[in-house]
């Protein structure tokens, strides 16, 4: 239980904001354990496809989206905040 800590301890750090701010912005958070039987890492590459369709929904451009990728042992988190268009 231990190692599943920083992954719980991740979404409780959540960033607080305005409730104008939250419905401006699109976020995205996916979260998996890797194994050590050396899986192909799916996360870039979901990432793209999410983008993709998001992309076909809304029109938003590259500075409009944050992406970010963390390794915890063996825990891999993305985030992807997009700000969304008045």
Do not use: W
């Given at each position: 239980?231990?190692?599943?800590?920083?992954?719980?301890?991740?979404?409780?750090?959540?960033?607080?904001?305005?409730?104008?701010?939250?419905?401006?912005?699109?976020?995205?958070?996916?979260?998996?354990?890797?194994?050590?039987?050396?899986?192909?890492?799916?996360?870039?590459?979901?990432?793209?496809?999410?983008?993709?369709?998001?992309?076909?929904?809304?029109?938003?451009?590259?500075?409009?989206v944050?992406?970010?990728?963390?390794?915890?042992g063996?825990?891999e988190?993305?985030?992807?905040?997009?700000?969304?268009?008045?």
């Amino acid at each position: 239980m231990g190692e599943n800590m920083g992954f719980l301890e991740y979404f409780r750090s959540e960033k607080k904001g305005s409730a104008a701010v939250a419905k401006e912005r699109l976020q995205v958070v996916i979260a998996h354990q890797r194994s050590s039987r050396g899986r192909h890492a799916y996360l870039p590459e979901l990432q793209q496809e999410l983008l993709t369709v998001i992309r076909k929904y809304v029109q938003i451009s590259d500075d409009q989206v944050h992406i970010q990728l963390d390794r915890d042992g063996d825990c891999e988190v993305l985030e992807l905040n997009i700000t969304l268009p008045d």
